[in-house]
């Protein structure tokens, strides 16, 4: 009997109870909680906001959110607590200075190059117009409709 | 108009279009490329490697060094109020656990042994995330030497930055948080080199 | 017995890949193509050992083999069938002996399929590839071994991963992920032997695509499932975290579709070839590091397996393949000569060029996004967070780029444009995107992302339907075909092309739904006490009670009297109880009762515990929907893991889905909190899956090489070669 107790305790106990949180504030300042949520990281889930994560530490740390507006904290404000206790870390949107400034600059960096290589390497003097359907005497099977070729250059046309 | 392409095999070889061919005596082989893709890979691989070992996991702790946030909650064992003002002056150990963690009653014991060898820290409890209920049950059950607070909102443990139990926080004298330990005491001598540093 | 089986079929297809792989690049950068039918041998011989190996592990799973390892690891008597099968990659070592199985039958089907083609690149690209299955296979016999044998094996185990259990998505989500990541392998290897050979013709170009294309496919499907199943199973309201699991599967994806489009120009135009061939090695590189991202243990994610040491061994493996295939670029570069000249940048060449670099940095800020905090924690000692937010601002002006060429490129002819053409084709397109966008706005989008996107989704959606139905409709005219029949003519005569559009417009009902979902989301959270009622949107959400209950396994079992337990459900009638009923204290010790102990009763057992907050959805009309507790939201108790399980209920609709996830409930008043959510039209990110498979498939379908011959209508335009 001791073994068919076990099963009923193993399913009843042993688990972090949910525990509900504080209730939303008015629309407005709720809907500024929930953005500033959305920016702050779960202390403890795995790469999810407060405002996201299911977890109930993250509701505690939601209902701090609220006591900080409700003091009537700005957002910089409210962002430091938290930084305060957990650094940089605790901040969904790397800063855009310091080390996590390479984040914003690489890409548009790279966009840059990018477009720059195309630039250079597509045919500058405009061609005159020419339908594109002589342009390729391809012999291969081909890539693009000659009935949609011929419609182009009908329309040429008009 | 496109120039009329040459007439093409079916193979391309090394073969290129005479408008458009590298200049005859151009380098085989790419050696500034080479350079420069080892670097980046050499770069990306470095990082990656310097990785393993350290948890990802792991949130960083930045009141370090700094005043511990006042808090004032009922006690769970008589009537009253606890606030960490009031031991002001003592070293305190502040011990985040709860009765779902497995690890939190592993140490448990270190701990309650801890708060009787030093008699001079103040040694705290505080339960996170759990029921009162559950709480109080155990508690009867074990027994304890020390006092135990009930954080019903968690907000303790937000002001604390507590990212998990268990968790301990070892406050000097003058209330400036000196450390914090989360992974739980296997042995009273772990406690002991920890503590340390908040007795003087 | 299985384990030695198992681990002896791992051992021999790690010697035939090692065989073959060595074969392969000896004879072939020895030119001896006589030894070609002994690296087939090599890869038969692995394929068959590796799909060999897995069925025994399939076969030790169902009969609770608890001596192999893994068993032991993943393995539950309790869990269901299906589960139990799924448990076959639901843990790492699992994964990894699944992933060889793929990548065995992936190089037999490409062996099999070019065994009399192709002669020349087959040894050298069958050898890389074998290259790649012997690490594999390495992995599954070392580090990653699933066959040790456990010398006093348990009765029973833990059970496979309780976020695997919840939802049958999981079924079918990772094996689609795996077929997407290991067929990249062949494209790979395609690309690295004809840059071995120094031999770049056209003839690689064909298997190169359409083996690009399969696991393409397969990854688009596993990428949509996996969002599916976030959203229906983690309970956060959302399907995309830029978690960097999700991450990896996302970039060899990015440089697989920047691939598919270079190499129009590719065959087009005789250009870009080193960068296509770059490509092609980038989303089988990608695939690999994705692997070590999801298992090295090293990133932070919800998916990550648990840290093990596999992870140093597929770092070297990652720095070999870069090294390799930095070498084989910068040495054979010069052999990827340009023939022609592209065009103006407003052609369809230009078009594709820009696709190409909005891919390119879209795939650099996933890499870089997800690498970050590893570089700022090993170089400037700081943990920082690289989410949502940022990944969001980067990605979606770039998705936006993205949507506008995917408009703009068809339209444009190769080589450079008339702008009094394209501007003429463009009114009509133009005028339905800015109707759309204002439609958008009336039906009260506020988010100027968001009315773009509607706006030149709009204008996408009939370039691409002309484009579609215009070759048709000429048919029509000119040989006075039926609808039907111009169609499917003119469909199958430029089948790619047909197929292509068709994926275009899965993704723009992708990129609309991503959009409408996110900007036209409403949301609610509070705490609701039985037969209360809360607003979300236009809808309302009664919550009726909360209610207790255990799942069973459905796996009924005989057992002895003596070892009945609580919980349990008999399955059959016994001791003047009914089938169905769950034994408890009381109606076992009744029962006890002058009961023999070795009498059998058969029953099943529960595998989780739940409570549940059962519902009703409100329409605006008053319809109601009522929820059981099976499919209300609810938290699922595993034995297997401290935190309950949350899982939520999703109303779909074809136009907008209700979505309620429980998040606490206080069984004292009977109270329930809950976030609640209503998102338009997110439902046709997933509903895009037929429409992807469709386009694919004709894309794929093989090309009919005299058209001229077998085409029905055998009146070709003038001029026009067929």
Redesign the interface.
Known sequence: MI??????I???????????????LDAEREARV?RIG??L?C??C????IA???A??A???L??VRELVVEGKSDDEIFDYF????????????RKSG??L??WV??LL??AI??F???M????N????????V?????E????????????AD??K? | ??P?PPPRRKTLSTRGNASVSPPPNAPRVNVVGIVVALLVIGGLVFIMARAFGTDP?S?????KG?PAPAFTVKRLDQPGEVSLAQFKGRPVVLNFW?T?CGPCKYEQPILDLASQTYKDVAFVGIVF???EA?TRRYLAETGTPYIHLYDP???I????????VPETYFINREGIIVKKVIAPFNSPEEFDKEIAEILQ | MNSILGYGLVLTGLLCAAFAAVVGIVTGLARKESALPWVQRGIYGFAASMILSNLVMIESLLTHDFSVKYVAQVGSRTTPLIFTIVSLWSALEGSILFWGAIMGTYLFAFAFTYRKEHGRYMQLSLGVMAAVATFFAFLIAGPANPWTAIPNPLSDGPGPNPLLQNHPLMIIHPPMLYLGYVGMTIPFGIAAGALLRGELGDAWLVPLRKWTLVPWLFLSVGIILGSWWAYAVL????YW?W??VENASFMPWLTATAFMHST?VL??KKSLKLWTIALALASFVLTIIGTFMTRSGVF???HSFTQSDIGPTFLVFIGVLLVFSALLLASRGHMLVAES?????A????SI??N???F??LT??VL??TL?PLI?EGL?D?????????FN??ALPLGLAMLFLMGVGPML?????????TQ??AIIPGAVGVVTGLLSWLFGYTSFLAIMTFGVAGFVVVVTLR?LF??AR??MNENKESFMNALVV?AT??N??FGGYIVHLGIVAIVVAVAASSSGKV?????LKPGGEMQVGQYKVRFNRLEEG?DFSNRVRTIKVGQ????MRLTSAWKGLAAGTVLT?EN?MTAFQGASASEDVSIEE?YR?YIAATLTVIDPSGAETPFTARNSPR?N?Y?RS???I?SPTVDERIIRDVYV??????QRTG?A?F?MWVFPLVGWIWYAIPILVLGTLIALFP?R?K?ATTSPAPA??DG???
């Open positions: 073994q068919a107790l076990l099963i009923s193993v399913l009843a106990q042993g688990y972090a109870p949910p525990r509900q949180g504080q209730d939303p929930q959305k920016l990281r202390a403890v795995q790469g999810v906001s996201d994560s299911p109930s530490m509701r505690a740390q209902d701090k930084v305060a206790r957990y650094g940089e870390w605790a901040l969904m949107e790397p080390v996590t390479g984040l690489g890409p790279l966009l990018g477009i290589l195309v630039w390497n597509t045919s500058k405009a061609a005159p117009a020419q339908p594109a359907v342009a390729s005497p391809e012999t099977k081909p890539a693009e409709d000659e009935y949609l070729a011929k419609v182009r329309l040429e008009q | 108009m496109t009329a996991h949130v960083p702790f930045m009141l700094k709860a779902w995330e759990d029921t559950n909102k968690s907000t443990a937000v002001d604390f930055g507590v990212s998990g | 309970g956060w309201g959302g975290a978690d960097p129009m065959e087009k932070n994610s919800v000249r592209l065009g103006s940048i052609s369809r060449e230009g060029l820009l190409n670099v909005v390119t940095v650099f800020v870089l996004g970050y700022t400037f700081k943990k920082v967070t690289v989410g949502e937010p940022y601002q980067m002819p190769w080589g450079s444009a008339d702008p009094k053409v003429q084709q484009e215009l070759p000429q048919r003119s005569r430029a790619r092309r949301h609610a959270t509070g705490t255990d009945l337990q609580t919980g204290r076992l529960p515990h938290m108790f034995a401290t935190d309950p949350g996830s429980l998040l606490a409930y206080d109270t909190s976030n090309q090489k058209t070709p335009a026009v070669p067929s």
